[in-house]
């Protein structure tokens, strides 16, 4: 079993239909098919409120491409220390923005508190031109260790943001598993929340590569599909992103596959707390971070099972992470299996 | 039947074939999959000499990515004006180059000729700090005009390259149909004549999404790889590039799909020419460029025959392009089609 | 005599007693000084209309900052092939504008003629997100050729800009050399005209170091002030910028300085014509670019006379450039001079 | 008397001379001319060693061009969270660096510790592709704090930097404060010590506006000449530059300033101490930080002394510079003064 990441798994069968379908005919380029044409509407449905989507086939590309929009050269996006787009995306996102700074908040489980981020922009003197000013706050949602932000949390978060006068953007690389966890309306924790702009994953969550930018406000189209075009992330075959993506939201495919990974997590979870690990973070959504000693670690490997371990965390801490195909079954019977 | 452009054809089916196989099983992410570390060895192997491989999922991200490691932010890049880095790919050499500057030339049927460019270099006085001083050549093989460079024209190029210093990069986005038409090995249009670095396409010939970055230098891998994760473009599920790209490679299908673009485009050509058209350019490779009057388009419209006009090159000129899955036998009776 | 460039003159003394008297207190830093906070209120006086100035130490910085505000990353500033931002000031266009990109046009003695532009912004296609499209028009005034628009050619080309959309730069280095041989007002070239922004130079016609951005929509303010913050333009003892540029403006001094170097490169031409050489252009401003043979070159180098070849012209020409302390009379008899 | 920056300053009669007396003819442009081909040599000699000498017009530029030739744009530098080059130059390290991120490590006094430096970039685990991995660390000499690093102490860094193979930069802004601090030689906390380059500061120090990049790895010229131009930074009348800088290193005119405003900084500490104040850190060069009641704040105010809050130290935290005009028999007084 392989819990190294979620993005280890291949496509799932009706995303993989999908692809093939779309492969018995021709049609338009660069998002001018009718896939691609189908995209505004069926993701305007989802969120029930008017969308723009800009697909892409990357997460990175996603978050920097959407980031790009709502922050000048020269301000500031205030986001977790833990944050993906500051410890995993390279020089990225000063890159798409032209000099964009990152600016780093704690916070506990590599979530930003409200309070927090209010007093970091409160206390934040703008210095004329020398300094950086924050123009907008950037989360994760399941965080990078795990966790979910609540809709409160986010809600507050995002009073936050009006209040100071912040554009909100959201890396949803695992948004699926957030509102699964949640049990909420993808609503609930974007645009009625403040977000201005979503990226919403599906790669790691069963597609072969397609991550959505959502514009929750269309006025940003044209900026994000310039920076995407400039960023040579404007495919030929789009429709094969389309195809993609709409085999992802139709008949809840995306929540389904969530669900799924996320249940695997907390039955892995349990497995693993029954052969003496300890949770780092609460588990939430289809990630666990948690810390065991060499021996069950060992015990683990040796029986085939594969996982990562994290020292951002501690020097005992791993992380395992579950997926839409993730073995249910032999999950549960964990112990057994390293047993036999 | 759809001439608009070869990127309207949908995935051949043995690259389908390979995406559907890749489906079965997990592997590691970002390019440390088995498929991945072969790409080095499948395409040393296609080339003949050692090379290093770095897909992508765009032709334009191929050339921006290729292109960055080859320049200075305060260099410029020879090419022709009606290049396609000049032309249709927005600020995307500036963006990733941190600058650098495209110098367009002129030349017949979209290719820079060597005494042109010996021209050129030799004319350019450095002027200190304040110029921008050329130190690459870019060329697109085939040309934007459907052209082929031929061998000598290529190792032409490559000697005033060397003579100058400029180093040589190659926009083979199409270089599948340059080889098929040329019936040459790879390696004469490309290391042999001095190119450093070759965009290889492959999305238009026949895949789902991904063109090759080849380094004939392998020292700039280091560069590359961190332009191409900055960028955005290094997948998580990497392994579907590599497979794509080692099915295409595998048993010639990269030329046997061009052969048979090729061969539609010559036998669209006389089908053409019949019914009145004229050539703008020899057709070499798998675009045809013609001119043809009113009536002669709207006959072809009416037929269902898509196809673009081309002001570049006239008001009655038009672009035809044929792919990998163009139906020679109605392209051969073309007369009796419109006339049916 | 050193006629190779007006940058080789020292400071005239008007400005140099300015900044003498500056320095005999202490004042605030970065603009918030006393003289500073003149500067809108001087130019806006001069220009007849509300202005923002924002000062920089030289024409470089001046073009790139000033430009940088009226031009997206994804967008073409055209200009002249000739033009100083496309030959002579590096990448630098891109740099600021952050992958900004120079469409050149052609036109007789480096001026763009206003049917040449229009015509060219009409036969541009928009390319979807594909292309590079036309956002800002720049002119050179007086050219680097030498030669001065009329205040009806630019007009002309002020209303091509409005029927297209366009915003208008002017580079102004050798602006007060324009209104001097117009003798029009400074507003009947610029806002007038349509001119949204002015790099107004000081620097080649009698001061240390200093160029005035002259904002015309003072809306442009912020994002040009962050960006000469950012690209360590900002001055700490800001007040010798301004020191500088109020002496400039004060009874007429850079009009005073400009009718001199005007005078004198006029006089020059007469005495070079009578030695045999040929004007390659009319000389209306303080430039001269003429043609002259090998014995009068090497005549004129023997008597001390410094100039320099301009081998964008032709093998036999040169440029001669006068400043405001060009000696007249020595100027006049030259034929003396150098029979001497 | 106003201690709010050492900026207020005008320029010292030895430079105002310089300047003057360069006023009386013409010379070369762009850094050919005498006194710029000086430089070189001059400072040379100062070092002790060969060194490059780039002039520029302020602090910023000389950092953020000094910077840019000694890490990628996808690499960090290291620097204290409160360095100049975070704090106070807007986004210009990325924008020069073409991406370049900034990587803060806490420190007292505004310093870095060596022990410090070397966990973190021991604990930093280079993450492939996708992290941002030091390349340079900078230190600021004297600090932002107004301490000043030991010999020992940047001997300390710059072995550390040896071990993990990061360049070394210095931002001496105030560098002649620290030298006359030390009573060392300045190649002893330079290039002995592992600096690579040094911004060498005179525009705080009694220069109208020039700051050199000191390059002690003269391979660095190309680079760091072009990145200067492209930010245009190129001063045509680039001889008042080197005169100032000239005048500046002449009978160590910089360390008789330096120690002119380091005395009065150590006489203004004893008697703000009289009144009641309290060092917030060891005054070592011509910056004092204190905290002081209202009452006390209010009292020299109405005296007449300006100085400036510095709440990032605390809400009773003051800063207050002194310069090489600094009053030392006033300041003396100064309890007398504020009661007169």
Redesign the interface.
């Known amino acids: 079993m392989?819990f190294?990441?979620d993005?280890?798994?291949?496509?799932c069968p009706e995303i993989?239909s999908a692809?093939?379908a779309?492969?018995?005919?021709?049609?338009?380029?660069?998002g001018a098919d009718d896939k691609s044409q189908q995209l505004d509407t069926a993701f305007s449905e989802l969120f029930g409120t008017e969308v723009a989507v800009v697909p892409?086939?990357?997460?990175?590309?996603?978050?920097?491409?959407g980031l790009s929009g709502l922050v000048?050269?020269?301000?500031g996006v205030v986001c977790h220390h833990h944050a993906h787009i500051n410890?995993?995306?390279?020089?990225?996102v000063?890159?798409?923005g032209?000099?964009?700074?990152?600016l780093g908040l704690d916070g506990p489980s590599a979530k930003i508190e409200a309070a927090t981020l209010d007093s970091f922009l409160t206390a934040h003197?703008p210095?004329?031109?020398?300094?950086?000013d924050p123009e907008c706050v950037a989360i994760t949602q399941t965080t990078e260790f795990g966790t979910v932000y609540t809709v409160d949390e986010i809600h507050a978060i995002g009073s936050v943001c009006q209040k100071h006068d912040m554009r909100l953007f959201m890396d949803g690389a695992r948004f699926a598993n957030a509102v699964a966890a949640l049990e909420c309306h993808p609503s609930d924790i974007t645009w009625k929340a403040g977000v201005d702009v979503l990226s919403f994953g599906a790669?790691?969550n069963g597609a072969?590569?397609v991550d959505a930018i959502i514009l929750f406000d269309p006025e940003l189209r044209r900026h994000t599909?310039?920076?995407?075009?400039?960023?040579?992330?404007?495919?030929?075959?789009h429709r094969?992103l389309a195809a993609q993506l709409l085999a992802y939201v139709q008949d809840d495919l995306w929540l389904r596959n969530a669900r799924h990974a996320n249940t695997a997590a907390i039955t892995l979870m349990q497995s693993l707390e029954a052969l003496g690990a300890k949770a780092a973070f609460p588990p939430q959504g289809n990630e666990l971070f948690i810390h065991m000693n060499d021996d069950l670690a060992k015990t683990l490997r040796d029986a085939g099972i594969i996982f990562r371990p994290w020292?951002s965390i501690g020097p005992d801490a791993y992380r395992f992470v579950c997926a839409w195909n993730s073995p249910t079954d032999l999950i549960r019977d964990l112990g057994k299996t390293i047993a036999g």
Request: hydrophobic share 35%; net charge positive.
């Open positions: 392989n190294s990441s993005n280890v798994s291949p496509i993989l692809i093939v779309e492969s018995e005919s021709a049609a338009l380029p660069y892409v086939a990357t997460g990175t590309a996603a978050n920097l491409i000048s050269p020269f301000g410890m995993t995306e390279s020089t990225g000063a890159f798409y032209g000099g964009t700074k990152l003197s210095n004329g031109m020398h300094s950086v790669t790691k072969l590569a599909e310039k920076s995407r075009k400039r960023g040579g992330h404007l495919f030929s075959k094969y020292a």
